[in-house]
């Protein structure tokens, strides 16, 4: 059985999974518990120590858009969920959701590990790019297939219930479109199952 490295609270990884479900592919999930852990092996050999990493038999691939791609050559050859699209203006919109998860994992490890980052520069700027992200994505929410969503959408998903979950959401934001493909994206049962909501607050 494949087995995914994860951790029940990482964004990208709930990217892979919610596409697992979507496809039905049984898979073995180990929480890796906490990143900050600095021996490589909890990571399944990952040099960069990230989550997530993809185990499939012989196969290991790191990085959530490179497993997903690996997923589809596989398992999805018609690509339902239009992993391996090219549409510029929805994969510039995947690099920005991909890039504010990034800042937002910055920003989550640098307190876990004691630093007090409201004292830096360096997180302030951390925090406009959360806050302008979306804002962009906002402006840029007619983009969004709400209706029949894919994998861009996804990224949305994960992104916006991991910023409410460390309440990193702005509320002065006025982002009416996010927060309704938000709530309908939210209501899909195979999307449920992987809800950061359904998790106590806890490090991992
Ligand atoms: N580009 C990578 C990013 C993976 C990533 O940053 N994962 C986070 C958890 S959501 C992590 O493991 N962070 C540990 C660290 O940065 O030390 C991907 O798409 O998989």
Request: aromatic share 12%.
């Amino acid at each position: 059985m494949m087995m995914l490295y994860a951790t029940p609270l990482s964004h990208y990884s709930r990217k892979v999974r919610i596409l697992l479900d979507l496809w039905q592919l049984p898979y073995q999930f180990v929480d890796i518990g906490n990143v900050t852990n600095t021996d490589q092996d909890v990571f399944a050999g990952n040099p960069l120590m990230k989550v997530p990493v993809l185990v499939d038999g012989s196969q290991w691939i790191i990085d959530s858009d490179i497993i997903a791609q690996y997923l589809v050559e596989k398992y999805d050859p018609k690509d339902r969920y239009r992993v391996k699209e090219l549409d510029w203006a929805r994969l510039n919109i995947r690099a920005v959701m991909n890039g504010m998860m990034q800042e937002e994992v910055k920003l989550i490890l640098a307190k876990r590990t004691g630093v007090p980052i409201d004292q830096y520069e360096f997180f302030h700027k951390s925090k406009q790019v959360l806050s302008q992200g979306l804002n962009w994505l906002e402006t840029n929410a007619s983009n969004f297939d709400s209706k029949n969503p894919g994998y861009l959408e996804f990224h949305l998903l994960c992104l916006w219930e991991h910023l409410d979950f460390f309440h990193f959401i702005d509320q002065s934001l006025d982002l009416p479109q996010l927060r309704f493909i938000y709530h309908e994206l939210s209501q899909q049962p195979s999307i449920q199952k992987t809800s950061f909501h359904l998790l106590r607050r806890k490090k991992t």
